[in-house]
């Protein structure tokens, strides 16, 4: 199949992933961009918490891509962790495991679907430092080809949660927190696929991270700006040849966070700027962490 051929092929059939996240295979991933803001790198003392995630993603446009184009995600994604006690290379160690729940509508040239279903199961283990200001966390992450997955036939619209591929993900986050209020924080990681056996796609690797600037403003609030960057480094592949489709997105927005003892609420609203081979909208996010 040519370069030409296949764009037609996959523009009609406009797979997309869970949580929103728009990038590589027909512009969907599992990276959760945006989802993490405020406090990133600060691993919290051991126990159990909740991190549950709501986001709403928009967008009418696609570039390089149809020109009849409307997307609107809800998801739901709740996040367990548990902090242990346990020392390893001197941080603290912990695991964690997340399952999307998400809403997808499509609308692609007149041609609509929609679903509602679970998306891929995530898993990862983590490490966290803290040395005065200063805090860090290094993690593995996979996640693992669990959802239902339809294959496309040729000028079919189909809005698939899950993708049908694993992916591993190795990430690096930290953050400067200081007394007087100030929060720096970022999140970063690159991302490998394995083949879409279904469609031999295989998604090229990329770089993704999301940013923090924040202060806080009262005793529980802090008001921030933040958002995420994206950028492919490897080009998509189908059955093992380049097709030379390499996506990127920056986002930044306004961000609001409550904290109080053993709670926390973070809310942000970001829009998408210098996008390329992606769907362009903007996402409006809150964050709830609980801790038992």
């Known amino acids: 199949m040519n370069k030409k051929s296949f764009y037609t092929v996959m523009f009609a059939s406009m797979l997309f992933a869970s949580n929103s996240l728009w990038a590589t295979e027909s512009g969907s991933d599992s990276f959760a961009l945006g989802a993490e803001g405020l406090m990133a790198g600060a691993l919290p003392p051991a126990g159990v918490y909740l991190l ?3 986001q709403n993603y ?23 962790i548990w902090v242990t006690e346990q020392k390893v290379l001197g941080g603290q ?3 964690y495991a997340a399952q999307p729940m998400v809403h997808l509508r499509l609308a692609v040239n007149g041609t609509t679907d929609h679903d509602t279903a679970l998306g891929d199961v995530v898993l990862g283990t983590m490490l966290g430092w803290h040395q005065g200001h200063h805090h860090w966390i290094g993690a593995l992450e996979t996640v693992l080809a669990t959802g239902e997955y339809q294959a496309p036939a040729p000028q079919q619209v189909v809005a698939n949660i899950a993708k049908n591929y694993n992916t591993l993900r190795p990430i690096l986050a930290y ?3 200081h007394p007087n209020g100030l929060d720096l924080s970022t999140k970063l990681s690159y991302s490998f696929n394995s083949e879409n056996d279904k469609t031999d796609y295989k998604s090229g690797e990329y770089f993704a991270g999301d940013y ?3 202060f806080r403003v009262h005793e529980h609030v802090k008001i921030a700006v933040e958002g995420y960057a994206f950028k492919q480094t490897r080009s998509d592949k189908v059955q093992g040849e380049s097709i030379g489709h390499r996506g990127q997105v920056f986002a930044i927005g306004p961000a609001i966070q409550y904290q109080d003892k ?4 973070e809310a942000k609203y970001l829009t998408e700027t210098a996008v390329e081979n992606r769907p362009k909208g903007h996402s409006s996010l809150l964050k709830l962490t609980w801790a038992f």
Do not use: C, M, T
């Open 52 to 54: 549950s995630y709501y």
């Open 175 to 177: 953050s400067y927190l």
């Open 262 to 265: 053993n709670w926390a609420l």
């Open 93 to 95: 160690l912990g695991f």
């Open 58 to 80: 928009q967008a009418d446009h696609y570039d390089q891509g149809p020109e009849q184009f409307k997307l609107d995600v809800n998801a739901v994604i709740p996040r367990l």
């Open 212 to 214: 923090s600037l924040g």
